[in-house]
């Protein structure tokens, strides 16, 4: 495991990253400043540094240039909250191994945090190697003659063994990993660059030109990141072009680090490519996700329903507006306390925490107290593999519907009876269809059952023989005239026998062209009265 520094002038920060790094089972020291950083640098040996980019007065920039200006090995990771492109370009130049965006993921600061301490390893036991080497150079100096042979021997076996961990350190590394030396030349290649370049083949990638093998070209790419390297020193990051995409069909990024000698020569570099095409991907979809999501509580928050969502274990996370204002704010409160009776409360979370659906009316409590009727649909929230992670409850007050429904059975009674007591009858007749619809005094005045289909036709069949060819043609004339109300008297005879006397009025409704779109109208049993008359 790495030892690592974390340096941010926020101490929640500095704790979340001192605890994740640690249960990873690194050892971690945290500083709340660069001041402060650097002598911890200068006393003991870190191999990673989680540096915030924009501390006060000294700034993690500032600590780039005292990290490179003393020499120190280790490899920095910078941080910060502003627009990637640019940090980014500031924290290369400040010779920065990467660097990572505000808020920082578990897995993401583990997974670089991890690679930081690979590369720092292998530039530990490539400085190994170097110090090693040019120990055996000075030893041989000293020993006598007859023994020089077998050290030279010893020094070959140390460096072969050496170069074959190398080996396997790169061939264990993520992604393609490659060793250059100055002229580009592939010296060193693991198995995923000789599979992806080479077909498998280790010829045609060791001992050819990098740029040569990777994209075809005669001379060095432009953006090459070893070449940077090569001219600044330092590790360098970068991510793939589109036109470097669209020639390797895959998004990458690359690390450069520069590989020097015992006397700081730079005779090589390696590179690491990682395959970042799915890790792109994955984040348009998040983004996309994300924009779907914002539309999505735009729809909830404006909606006139109250919508509620729970945890697993029955904890409000999500209310919108609506739910407020109609059962107020309810804080920790428990889910079934806002039901009248707790136990159907219990009911319907323990059936959606169970993956089922809950749908009826209930009786909750408002805001102010009192009881209010709701129509509640309640769902499981599931993940992909069918767990449920969460409840999601619509509630609807019908309170205004019942009024309504009562006052309007109620305003029915009284048309009833109205009807009843004045012998009157309503009906309303739909032109474009032909269909009516009768209230139960016209029932009643025709003699007929309700479960007859109220029609014009069943109308007429009901009026008195001597009256019914005329009262069709007035009727007809009526609605090809330009007047809207009118009025006739006629006959009905009823199936007993019984003639009534019934005068109609009715209002014809027209469309701007003046054709007729609705017929209303009453009709009054004037029996009494015309019996009366005579």
């Known amino acids: 495991m790495a030892h690592i520094l974390v340096i941010d002038d926020e101490t929640s920060i500095r704790i979340f990253l001192r605890e994740i790094l640690q249960k990873a089972g690194h050892r971690v020291a945290v500083a709340e400043d660069t001041g402060q950083a650097l002598k911890m640098l200068l006393a003991k040996n870190f191999d990673v540094v989680l540096a915030d980019i924009n501390l006060p007065r000294r700034t993690g920039m500032n600590l780039l240039e005292d990290i490179k200006m003393k020499s120190l090995h280790v490899q920095v990771i910078g941080m910060t909250d502003e627009p990637l492109d640019e940090t980014a370009s500031q924290a290369e130049n400040a010779g920065a191994f990467d660097y990572l965006s505000k808020p920082i993921s578990r897995e993401q600061l583990l997974k670089y945090v991890a690679h930081a301490a690979r590369v720092k390893a292998l530039d530990d036991e490539c400085r190994r190697l170097t110090e090693e080497n040019h120990r055996h150079q000075e030893n041989l100096e000293h020993l ?18 050496s170069l074959l961990e190398l080996e396997a350190i790169i061939e264990a590394l993520p992604g393609m990993v490659a060793v250059v030396d100055r002229q580009f030349n592939t010296i060193v290649a693991n198995t995923a660059v000789v599979e992806r370049f080479g077909n498998s083949d280790k010829a045609e990638v060791l001992g050819r030109k990098c ?5 075809g070209l005669d001379d060095v790419c432009p953006q090459c990141g070893v070449a940077r390297a090569y001219e600044t020193g330092q590790p360098v990051s970068r991510v793939s072009t589109p036109e470097e995409e669209k020639l390797m069909g895959i998004a990458t990024k690359a690390y450069a680090i520069p590989l020097k000698d015992e006397t700081g020569h730079i005779w090589g570099g390696v590179e690491v490519i990682m395959d970042v095409t799915d890790l792109r991907n994955k984040e348009n979809i998040l983004l996309e996700n994300e924009k779907r999501l914002r539309h999505f509580k735009s729809a909830v928050e ?44 219990n009911t319907v979370l323990e059936t959606i925490g169970a993956g089922g659906e809950w749908s009826g009316e209930v009786k909750m409590v408002g805001k102010n107290k009192e009881i209010l009727p709701i129509l509640l649909h309640a769902n499981a929230i599931k993940d992909d593999q069918n767990n449920v992670v969460g409840l999601v409850a619509v509630h609807t007050d019908l309170t205004e519907l019942k009024q309504t429904a009562q006052e309007l059975q109620h305003a029915l009674i009284l048309l009833e009876k109205t009807e009843e007591v004045g012998m009157s009858g309503g009906w309303s007749q739909n032109h474009q269809t032909g269909r009516q619809e009768w209230s139960q005094g016209e029932y009643r005045i025709h003699d007929l059952s309700t479960d007859v289909t109220p029609s014009f036709e069943v109308h007429l069949q009901c009026v008195h023989p001597e009256d019914r060819q005329r009262h069709a043609r007035l009727f007809e004339e009526h609605l090809k005239s330009d007047e809207t109300l009118f009025s006739q008297d006629y006959r009905i005879q009823t199936s007993a026998g019984t003639i009534k006397h019934i005068q109609s009025k009715y209002q014809i409704i027209r469309d701007i062209n003046g054709q007729p779109l609705f017929v209303h109208g009453v009709d009054m049993d004037i029996t009494n009265r015309k019996q009366g008359e005579q």
């Open 302 to 345: 404006s909606s006139s329903n109250a919508v509620s969502m729970l945890t697993a274990d029955g904890h409000f996370y999500y209310r919108n507006s609506a739910f407020d204002a109609l059962f107020g704010e309810v804080g920790t409160t428990p889910p079934s306390e806002l039901f009248v009776d707790r136990e159907i409360g």
């Open 211 to 215: 740029y040569k093998v990777r994209k």
């Open 144 to 161: 006598v003659k007859e023994r020089a042979e077998q050290a030279l021997v010893r020094s070959e076996r140390a460096l072969k063994r």
